[in-house]
C-alpha cells in the first residue's frame, strides 16, 4: 500500500507541475497588464467559479464578436467591399454594359471614390452584381481563392493576416473557459464563414451576420442553392440584437464591438440578469494599425464612446493596451 | 518499478473494464434490432472510425432532425396549433371582436373543425394573432406555461412527455458519437427553444425553424425584442435546405425527417460529397402511436416514402422497429 500511495503522489505531483506549468503561460499574452486585460480576466474567473453567485452555467456562455474593426481591420475600407471590387474587375468581361453603367464605369476607370460617390446605393448595386447569380458552392469557392491570393494595399498582406493577434487569444481563451464564441457582424455571412474555422477557430454554424436570399433547385438533378440578388437580412445596428435572436436565441454573457453599429448588441448584452460583459476595441494606434473613432465614416465610434464611459464597458485603448496588433509574420 | 508497472496494468485494466461495461449498455435499447437500427449504427462507426476512408472530422458531424412526427408527435394537430388554439381561449377577454370574426368566433364556439376550414389563411391569422405582439421574453414565459400544463386531448399527457424515447437515445447517442445534432423544424424557433434544451438536450442555438419579424425598441430605458405579425422565414419543404444554410452554414451528414417536408432537406444532405445518411420515421403504429402516411393531412408522406425506397434511405417502421415509442410514465 505504501508503494502505491508513492506511486498516487508522484502522479498526482506531476499533474499538478503541468497545471502549473500551463498557468503560468500567459493565454493573454499580446495584452499589456493594464485595465482592459485586469477587467476581462476578472470577469471571466467571476463567472466561472462553481458555486460563485455569478456563476454561469458552461450552456450559458454565449460571447459575440463584431468582425470588421474588432477581429480583423477595416481600413482603408471593408475587406469583403474590396472583395467586391475585384470581382467586379473579374467579371467586367462577361458584362461589356458595365463600360457605361454607373458605379461599375467609374470602378473600371479605377475611380473607386467615384463610383462609391453615390453612397449606399452604388455600394448596395456593386454587392448584389457580384455576391448573387451563383450558388452558395460556387461563391464559397470565390470566396476561398480570393482569402488565398489577395493583398491588402497598405500592408502587403493576405486579408487573413490583417487579424488581431490579443483577440485571437481572447477567442482562444474564451473557448478554454467554456464560452461558445460567436461572430455577429455586417458582413455577409457567406463571405466569413468559408475562412473563420481555419483563422478565428469559430465553426460556420457560429457565425452570424448580412445575408441574400436564398432560393432553392434542381439543376441536373442535383439539389443547389442560388444566391438571389435580394437582400435577406443586414445584421447592424438594431440588426445585431435581432439577429442574435433569430439565430442564437439565448442572449450573450459578452458582447465585443468597436463601433455604433455594434452598441445595439452591447446594450442587448447589457440588459441581460446576471453578470454581463461588454467591451469596445478602440483604435488608437496610427502607427501599429490606424486611428479613428468619432468623424471616421467606417467603423464610427461615437455613440458607443459616450455609452461606454456611461456605463463603465471596458474600452481596449489599442495603442497601450495591445503589446502585439498583428500575429508574427510566417516565415 | 515492477510495482509500479503493476499499478498501472491494474489502473488500465479498470479502465479496459470500464469500456466492457459501457459498451454492453445498448445506448440504442429501445430500437429493436432490426434493419433500422442496423443502418445507423454501421454508419456511424463508419464515419467515425480515424484513418478509415470514410472518417469524418468531428466538427462536421451536424445531424439535424424535423421536430413534428419526428421527435414528438404530431396528431390530432400539430402540438403548436393547439397551443394557439389554447392561446385563443386565454385572449379573447381582451378581444370582443373575436366574437364575429371568423376564425375566431367558430373556435371560441368550440368549432375547431369549422375555424379551419378556410385552411392556411385560418391557421395564418390564429398565428399571428397569439404568436406577435409581446417581447420575445413575454413569449418565452407563455410557452413555458402551456409546456408545463397543457395535456394531449388523447393521452392525456404533458405534450413534452409526447416525445419518441427511440429518437432521445439517438439524439443522445449521435452527440456521445461527436456530432452537433440539431432541430430543422417548420414549427416556430420561439415556440420550441424554450423546452428543448431540458426535453431533448438540443440547446436554443441548435434549433432552425420558421419565424415571425423581429423589432428592436427601447422600453423605458430597456432593450426589448417585439414580435411583430409578420413572417420573416418558413423552414418547410424547400425552406428547410434554405434554412441549413442561414442557421447552420454546413450541409448536415445525417439527416431524419418524417414527411414530404423534409424530402428537400434529406434531398440536399444526400447531395453532399462523402458518406451521408438519410432516414424517414414512418408512423406505422396505430396502437401505440398513431399509422398515417401518403393520405394524411398532417405530416403526410407520400413522395418521400417513394423516394426514400428508391435511393434506398432508411425507413423506420414504428411498430416493428421500436420496443417502446414514449418514455417511461414518471412516478
Known amino acids: 500500500m505504501h508503494t502505491r500511495n508513492l506511486i498516487y503522489a508522484t502522479l498526482l505531483g506531476t499533474l499538478a507541475l503541468g497545471t502549473t506549468v500551463a498557468r503560468a503561460a500567459d493565454p493573454l499574452s499580446s495584452w499589456n497588464d493594464g485595465p482592459a486585460k485586469k477587467t476581462i ?10 458555486g460563485a453567485p455569478d456563476f454561469v452555467p458552461p450552456v450559458e456562455r454565449i460571447a459575440t ?41 467609374s470602378l473600371l476607370k479605377g475611380d473607386v471614390k467615384g463610383a462609391l460617390a453615390d453612397g449606399e446605393k452604388a455600394v448596395f448595386q456593386i454587392v448584389m452584381a457580384t455576391h ?24 502587403g498582406k493576405l486579408y487573413t ?49 448580412s445575408m441574400g436570399k436564398l432560393q432553392y433547385e434542381m439543376r441536373d438533378g442535383k439539389p443547389v442553392l442560388v444566391k438571389l440578388p435580394e437582400i435577406d437580412f443586414i445584421d447592424d445596428k438594431e440588426g445585431k440584437p435581432v439577429g ?35 467591451l469596445y476595441v478602440h483604435h488608437t494606434d496610427a502607427d501599429r494599425e490606424w486611428a479613428y473613432d468619432r468623424a471616421s465614416h467606417i467603423g464610427k465610434l461615437d455613440k458607443g464612446l459616450d455609452e461606454a464611459q456611461r456605463r463603465g464597458w471596458t474600452v481596449v485603448d489599442m495603442k497601450n493596451d495591445w503589446k502585439t496588433v498583428f500575429p508574427p509574420e510566417k516565415k
Chains 1, 2 share one sequence.
Open 41 to 50: 480576466v476578472e470577469f471571466v474567473a467571476r463567472v466561472t467559479k462553481e
Open 132 to 155: 448573387a447569380g451563383m450558388t452558395t458552392e460556387e461563391f464559397e469557392k470565390i470566396v476561398k481563392d480570393w482569402v488565398a491570393s489577395a493583398k491588402h494595399p497598405k500592408s
Open 161 to 209: 493576416e490583417m487579424v488581431y493577434q490579443p483577440m485571437l487569444e481572447l477567442l482562444a481563451y474564451l473557448r478554454a473557459n467554456g464560452f461558445k464564441t460567436y461572430i455577429v457582424s455586417g458582413g455577409g455571412v457567406e463571405f466569413m464563414r468559408p475562412w473563420v474555422e481555419r483563422v478565428y477557430g469559430i465553426p460556420p454554424e457560429q457565425v452570424v451576420g
Open 244 to 278: 442574435i435572436q433569430k439565430f442564437i436565441g439565448r442572449r450573450p454573457v459578452m458582447a465585443f464591438g468597436n463601433s455604433d453599429g455594434d452598441l445595439q448588441m452591447l446594450q442587448w448584452t447589457a440588459a441581460g440578469t446576471g453578470p454581463r460583459f461588454c
Open 65 to 105: 464578436f463584431d468582425n470588421d474593426g474588432c477581429l480583423w481591420a477595416e481600413q482603408p475600407m471593408y475587406f469583403q467591399l474590396a472583395f467586391a471590387l475585384d470581382r467586379v474587375k473579374a467579371l467586367a468581361p462577361q458584362h461589356p454594359e458595365w463600360k457605361d453603367k454607373e458605379p461599375f464605369a
